[in-house]
């Protein structure tokens, strides 16, 4: 007789959940090597033997792959069923260049070094306050140079592929600073609201409301937003622009966005945003009112398809019932994507936005 082979292999052990995702993600078990204890075949295993093109890419993480040239297919995705989100791109970038994710580059803050010698101390007490000292260190040159170069990257490619159409609207705040003032009446002056408050409330409500031009133009289609992550353009001091997300901006008190925008303000001042408010606004509104602008014709930052602009607050003849008066008005416009909406859309967007500033206590 012949002698007994070699025992037929065993599939790798995968309990039946495990499996089923394997089926549904289009994945043969029999070749993942498991992860699990005892060679067990694991979820985070299946999920990451996906094809590329079966695996979700979020299209920031996209967009971010093409500029900084990260080959997707090497990156493991830590979202959603495996999707590739914008921190994962950015992780394998700093891998590649042998250095550590921008959130964890650079040297700690001094505060966080531990106490300086007394001779130093003595030195930075006897040096003139930051705002005397006009002399910028060359790496913070350098970092602004990025910046300025980013933004020039993603506002060329803004005007070049987006189709862009813009439209304005000329709204009466009478009735919303009169509420505002009877709002802020018993309040000290570091809680009192201010119209920016307003004006981003109901932006926010309008893309709530309006999802086609909240969300983002991917791979030839609309993609919406999952909920209205509202980014806010925060112009820095020593120059550059950034648009931070405000998070859920829709369903929050007003009270609430005030208090965030001015945290979000501050710590984009001082450099310490969080990954995710860079990473997910989806919608921008920029106010330059505070400048003096009048009106705002913005450029979409893609993979966005809308900016809404406010400007500046004017006492201006105004007809209200027939008889004509002196009101405050203020300028709001809309710049968007024609290839995912069109006028009508807009219309629509910029109508809501008319409604919501002049019935503030619907907000």
Do not use: C
Request: aromatic letters at 4%; glycine letters at 10%.
């Amino acid at each position: 007789m012949p002698a007994p082979g070699p025992p037929p292999a065993q599939p790798p052990a995968a309990t039946p959940l495990v499996r089923h995702l394997a089926g549904r993600r289009g994945v043969d078990v029999s070749r993942i090597h498991g992860t699990g204890p005892g060679g067990r075949v694991t979820r985070a295993d299946v999920e990451h033997a996906v094809p590329l093109s079966k695996v979700r890419v979020s299209p920031l993480a996209r967009r971010i792959a093409g500029e900084l040239g990260v080959d997707l297919s090497g990156v493991r995705g830590t979202g959603l069923a495996g999707a590739i989100r914008a921190q994962d791109v950015r992780r394998e970038a700093g891998r590649a260049a042998g250095a550590q994710p921008r959130e964890e580059a650079g040297p700690r803050p001094r505060e966080e070094a531990g106490p300086r010698p007394r001779e130093e101390t003595e030195r930075a007490a006897a040096r003139p306050p930051a705002a005397a000292r006009a002399v910028p260190s060359p790496d913070l040159e350098r970092r602004r140079e990025a910046m300025r170069q980013a933004i020039a990257r993603a506002m060329a490619k803004s005007k070049r592929e987006i189709p862009h159409y813009y439209l304005s609207t000329t709204v009466d705040l009478g009735g919303a600073l009169a509420w505002l003032r009877e709002r802020n009446r018993d309040l000290p002056v570091s809680h009192r609201l201010l119209p920016a408050a307003l004006f981003l409330k109901a932006a926010a409500r309008a893309a709530g409301e309006v999802p086609q031009l909240n969300g983002f133009w991917t791979d030839d289609a609309f993609v919406p937003g999952e909920a209205v992550h509202l980014g806010v353009a925060i112009s820095l001091k020593g120059g550059g622009l950034i648009a931070p997300a405000l998070h859920d901006a829709a369903h929050r008190e007003i009270e609430d966005l005030m208090n965030a925008l001015k945290d979000l303000v501050t710590r984009a001042r001082t450099g310490r945003l969080r990954g995710a408010e860079m990473t997910e606004a989806t919608i921008t509104v920029t106010n330059l009112g505070d400048q003096g602008v009048e009106a705002v014709h913005g450029v979409i930052y893609p993979p966005q398809v809308a900016l809404v602009g406010f400007g500046k607050i004017l006492d201006r003849p105004w007809a209200v019932g027939g008889l004509l008066g002196v009101r405050p008005l203020v300028t709001v416009t809309l710049a968007a994507d024609h290839r995912a909406t069109d006028g009508y859309t807009g219309g629509r967007f910029l109508t809501i936005v008319d409604r919501l500033l002049s019935r503030p206590e619907t907000l």
